[in-house]
């Protein structure tokens, strides 16, 4: 039990608000959550309740003046579930963690040890009623009622494997939830009261088997969360005065300096300051290749050094790494609830009640009305009950949704909610952004060339002089041509100014100089008519444009090179080509994406039309959008909207925010360590791997089909019981392990199967 949030003041200062964090395995459903939540409503001081089944949590915020932490511990207890005491003592939140719990010993437990005696008691039942006839001997009498040793057997066993049944109804009675503890209780207690041990008996033995099962298949769903929380080190090795300590990752500050060995996982988030080594990023980006780091480059709490020895500068607390927010948003995501699972939560409120008429009636009426015996409509009235409780039918989402998100993260994709999980899988569109996306987002200069009576040097030196003050990713690649041109004493700007989605200006030597598209210098008053369709920016004189300037505009446009025209009001200095490289997997990524049924797949960039065109070409998407201002996306993603139906936007997360905001579904890029990508996008793909949209789609897909499969399998065999049940078809033994056993198990198991979709299958040669 841990008291885990921070205490804040509410109100004038007078109240506090305290938030405890409860660990209660048992609560393991929705039907166990409500009967949590009902009983947590009535404790007057309590605020806010948020229950996790999946995780087997309840988070509870409550007014300390009203109400005391152990008030809290009772009402969870006073609504039939234990409460485990992991840590003894309450601690502050450490924000971040993710809490679960712990693995339980299902099979050696209390109730698995009751159930394997009532099984046992049930045997010899069975053996004496039905084989061994003639030593089925009377042993007492209740009520001149004569009890067999066979009855004998089957009351043992009601009492020990029922009895945690029946205390479960008990507690549901209490809290008024009609659920399947009190459907099976009630069950139980009216067949043992009738004289049908038989049944009251083998409903008990089968539905705690029943029980059990669940209960393990839930823990196999548990085990996916408690392997990604177990990628977070817990220990770290650092050096304080001199000397190397051991210390728990949470003890570690920021700036202080962490040693990791060859094998060791990095414990917390930071930057190389000595050393180096092969990193296996897999657990952050899902990366299966090492990837090599010196000094100057970043590290993720959570990754391995494979084959070096490294000293890192700790950039974040351990409850801020990267690696602790996915846990934290892979938590967060299970309570964001998909479309389907909202319908199954409203279509579970009537089935449950009417299933229940329906049994009452099944037992009644028969007998009362056509003079039936009453003895085959009692046990058929029983066998609705037992098939009244939509177990199987309401697992089906969750427990698809946490093991489609668990294994996305473990893959190096983050979906921060199975409602974006869902919407994933039905996109018709998806718009891809060109910088960063499909191309790597590294520029380089591949060309400069002069114009007029200047030359090479000076084109260089005055577009670097420009964009000394610039920000943009185009500034740094010319800066960097600079710096390896040996290109000196560049001139310094004087009233700078950023001209939004066209270019840049600024005085240089006294005079005005701009850089960018060729849309600022028509508003120049440049003619560039002819060479529009073939430029990214920039200006020229309005007397020197010459066929062959037209030419050279042409070409390198036509080669996918972005332009950047340099120049003044009156005169072109010169032109710089910059290119930006193709992601290796880009153009397999399309394809795969249209392989796997995506109809239309857009790239939006504000790139000029023919860099555009022949990034499209090699890339291979359907259509293009060039020459766009970050409000202009949003347009195209509403265009799409429009035109195709659902959109996913896949972009930087920052310059592409809004557009992602628009799309159904937002996809940040490279999110790894990023903290505006990470809070941005629905979904984020944690390394600049394009080749992980396919499985993204494909995981949502799948998990959407999974869920249909789930859904209708429970409803379509409940209703093949329920039809069965007044025919004589289904005994009571067969509603428990089919309707309630079998389901529930197959439901989970076949949730289970995305963990095994993997990002490699899509690129198999």
């Known amino acids: ?13 007078q109240s506090r608000e305290l938030s405890l964090r409860l660990t209660v395995p048992e609560m393991d459903c929705p039907s166990c959550a409500q009967k949590v939540d009902k009983s947590l409503q009535r404790v007057e001081g309590i605020i806010e309740i948020t229950l996790q089944p999946t995780t087997g949590m309840a988070t509870v915020t409550y007014n300390p003046e009203y109400v005391a932490k152990a008030d809290v511990v009772a009402a969870i207890e006073n609504a039939g579930y234990e409460v485990v005491d992991d840590e003894g003592d309450s601690t502050e939140a450490t924000g971040g963690e993710m809490a679960i719990a712990p693995p339980s010993e299902i099979w050696t437990s209390s109730r698995a040890i009751k159930t394997w005696i009532g099984a046992v008691f049930v045997t010899f039942g069975l053996l004496f009623e039905f084989v061994l006839t003639g030593q089925n001997l009377a042993i007492a009498s209740v009520l001149n009622y004569p009890l067999t040793l066979a009855d004998g057997a089957f009351l043992v066993a009601i009492a020990i494997s029922g009895y945690p049944v029946i205390r479960g109804g008990y507690y549901s009675a ?36 029943a029980e059990l099962l669940e209960d393990y298949s839930m823990d196999r769903a548990r085990n996916s969360l408690r392997e990604l929380m177990e990628l977070s080190p817990d220990e770290a090795t650092v050096r304080r005065d001199g000397e190397e300590v051991t210390v728990p990752a949470d003890d570690v500050e920021v700036g202080e300096t962490v040693i990791v060995r060859p094998g060791d996982k990095i414990p917390l988030d930071g930057e190389v300051i000595d050393g180096e080594s092969a990193v296996d990023e897999s657990p952050i980006t899902g990366e299966s290749v090492p990837v090599d780091k010196t000094m100057g480059d970043e590290v993720y709490a ?11 500068d700790v950039v974040s607390a351990a409850g801020d790494s990267t690696l602790s927010r996915i846990i934290e948003m892979v938590q967060g995501a299970q309570e964001k609830k998909t479309e389907k699972e909202q319908f199954v939560d409203r279509f579970a409120g009537y089935y449950t009640p009417v299933v229940v008429a329906l049994a009452i009636l099944t037992a009644a009426v028969p007998p009362l009305a056509f003079g039936w015996p009453w003895q085959t409509w009692f046990i058929r009235g029983l066998t609705f009950l037992v098939i009244a409780c939509p177990c199987a039918f309401v697992i089906s989402t969750p427990v698809s949704v946490v093991s489609g998100i668990t294994s996305a993260a473990k893959n190096g994709v983050l979906i921060k909610g199975g409602n974006h999980l869902e919407a994933m899988g039905e996109v018709d569109t998806i718009a891809l952004d060109k910088t960063g996306t499909l191309t790597k987002g590294e520029l380089t200069v591949t060309d400069v060339v002069p114009l007029g ?19 943009h990713p185009i500034a740094e690649a010319i800066l960097t041509h600079t710096d390896k041109a ?12 950023s001209l939004t989605g066209k270019g840049i200006r600024a005085e240089l030597e006294g005079d005005t100089y701009y850089a960018g598209k060729p849309a600022l210098f028509e508003e120049l008053g440049f003619d560039l008519s002819d060479t529009h369709r073939a430029t990214d920016g920039g200006a020229m004189t309005k007397d020197s444009i010459t066929e062959e300037s037209r030419d050279v505009l042409v070409d390198l446009e036509q080669e996918g090179k972005t332009v950047v025209l340099v120049g003044t009001k009156s005169d072109l200095v010169g032109i710089v080509a910059i290119a930006d490289e193709m992601r290796p997997g880009a153009e397999r990524a399309v394809e795969r994406l249209h392989e796997l049924g995506v109809t239309h797949v857009v790239m939006l960039t504000g790139d000029n039309e023919g860099t555009a065109r022949a990034i499209a070409e090699q890339v291979g998407v359907d259509e293009y959008r060039a020459e766009l201002l970050p409000e202009e996306k949003v347009d195209a993603v509403e265009q799409l909207q429009a035109e195709y139906g659902d959109v996913a936007m896949v972009g930087d997360g920052i310059n592409d925010a809004p557009a992602l905001a628009t799309a159904e579904v937002g996809i940040a890029m490279g999110a790894a360590g990023t903290d505006t990508a990470l809070e941005t ?49 289904v005994s009571v033994a067969l509603a428990v392990v089919v309707g309630d056993m079998g389901m529930s198990l197959g439901v989970t198991s076949n949730a289970m199967r995305l963990s095994r979709l993997k990002p490699d299958q899509f690129f198999e040669s």
């Open 1 to 13: 039990m841990t008291d885990d949030a921070t205490t804040e003041q509410v109100g004038n200062g």
């Open 174 to 209: 209490r809290n008024r939830s009609l659920d399947i503890d009190l459907l099976m209780g009630t069950a139980i207690l009216a067949a043992t009261g009738i004289g049908y041990f038989v049944e009251a008996a083998t409903l008990a033995v089968l539905f705690s088997i």
């Open 302 to 312: 959570g990754s391995i050094a494979e084959g070096g020895y490294l000293e890192i």
């Open 453 to 471: 009576d200047y030359n090479e040097t000076d084109a260089i030196r005055y577009a670097a002089g420009l964009e000394q003050r610039s920000e």
């Open 486 to 497: 040996n290109v000196t004493a560049l001139p310094e700007p004087a009233a700078f100014e």
């Open 681 to 729: 996008a629905d979904i984020a793909l944690m390394g600049d791997d394009i080749e992980k949209l396919p499985y993204l789609y494909a995981l949502s897909h799948k998990a959407n089909g999974v869920i249909r499969q789930n859904i209708w399998m429970s409803l379509g065999m409940k209703a093949v019981l329920a039809i069965g049940v007044p025919l004589g078809y």
